[in-house]
């Protein structure tokens, strides 16, 4: 597609006379499909980025980082990343108030840098979320089963599924409000963990008062030195993945102008406090040598911090009520990972870049065909779960890297709006929202990204385990091979900083 029309579909225009990759005009979106529909509220956005990245990464797997790397480690690595995050919030925050659109990140990634890129990202990162779907079902029949052992795994995730279809099938709103209220639920379980476990520490709840004792103890606060804190970044940053589905859900936003700017600069300190208060009570709580810490991180929830301190603070039901709360972060994770690929499918369909029927929509502005197909891909790999075990770990390992190659494309893709935007002779002040401290803060990201997808395995370079490291990377020759496919097919190039588009648009994409 020319890069003009391209940008014009990417501005929400309609563009009847423009020509699709083979040079033969696409048929235009019908008109009584009617587009997607701007029907989330700001209070709807701000609770999806509040609770977006609360999930099993902070309830399970959190004690497993003070395990390894010690309480100060810990808190280090989940503040590092957690900078890390909020520089690539900010940046979001720039390029969605100024071009709200769902699928946002290949949108941004077509438009500012090279259409191949967007091409690229966004199907990786639609695949990345059908796959995380089908995680997400399997791990909802096991915390089901946690009560009811005798029956079936595999009717409670079909029927898991079933309700996450209906749900995203009716409207965006029905999806707003379902994690709306799924996000609060996690949210007063961490105040009323925090509100605990600091009475705990100080004495109030109990006494004697835990103190502190727990920060020195032998080997504490950093266990492992440098190495294990690193190490610890790749398990945090996975914590914080799903922020940026604040750049999906802009694109149907009443009002994205202000939603937008308000969740990212009231919401993401507030994420950050959960995640550091948790680790420093936890941490203050549990010696970092208790055999609970790793045992949590094999998904037993006896065994999770949050519900030994609850046990500990006299919650004989605790290990069953945090079994509800995991189910709760489980399901809200299968609702957004449906809603993101959805909307995904459908922004490459409108570009061109997928089948014109992802493309429809209903009257309630639901990509029906999309959802339906990302459905079957998530019923597929769950199927693969149970009858091929091999091919299932090999897509989830495909899909374990997408969320910080999203990430490295935002950064980038804000890199390249900025330089433009400055370049073509605009001034910030035209912008609704601008991010602070460019270009430290998106080339900081993008660096941490680079290095974190790097790191993900080093033992398996050290050791030369090819068949781990095919494992482990697979995601990277994924999407090179979309990316250099897409360029030699049609012949894109790294767009010159006078030829991006950088025009505001609070059109819908039709």
Known sequence: MPAENRHARAAGLKTPQASDHNGTNPDPVPDNTGGVKRRLKTRHISMIALGGCI??????????????????GALVAYIAMGVMVYFLMTSLGELATNQPVSGSFAVYNGKYVDPALGFAMGWNYWFNWAITVAVDISTAAL???????????WVWSLAVLVVIFSINALSVSAFGETEYWLSLVKIITVIVFLILG?????????????GLSNFTYKQAPFVGGFAAILNMFLVAGFSFQGTELIGVTAGESEDPEHAVPKAINSVFWRILLFYVLSIFVIAALIPYDSRNLLASAGGN??????????????????????NAIVLTAVLSSANSGVYASTRMLYSLAVDGDAPKMFRKTTKHGIPLAALIVTSIISLAAFAAS?????????????SGLTG?????????????????????????SELKYHAKLFPFGPIVALVLCVVVIAGQNIDAFVNWDWGQI???????????????GYKFKHHTHIIPLDEIDVSPSNTLRQ
């Open 301 to 322: 929830i006896a065994m999770s911090p949050f519900t030994l301190v609850l046990r500990r603070a006299g919650l004989a039901f605790a290990a069953s009520l945090m």
């Open 386 to 398: 149970i009858f091929g075990q091999t091919v299932y770990m090999w897509l989830v390992a495909a």
């Open 404 to 428: 910080f190659v999203a990430w490295a494309g935002i950064a980038l893709s804000h890199y390249r709006f900025r330089r433009a935007f400055v370049h073509q002779g605009h001034k910030l």
């Open 55 to 72: 999930g099993t990464g902070l309830f399970m797997t959190s004690g497993s980082t003070i395990s390894k790397a010690g309480p100060g």
């Open 198 to 210: 600091f009475m705990m520490i100080l004495g109030i709840l109990f006494r004697p008062a835990a």
């Open 470 to 484: 095919g494992i482990t990377y697979i995601d990277i020759p994924l999407v090179l091979v979309l990316y250099l």
């Open 143 to 153: 915390l089901i089963q946690y009560w009811l052992p005798e029956t079936p795994g």
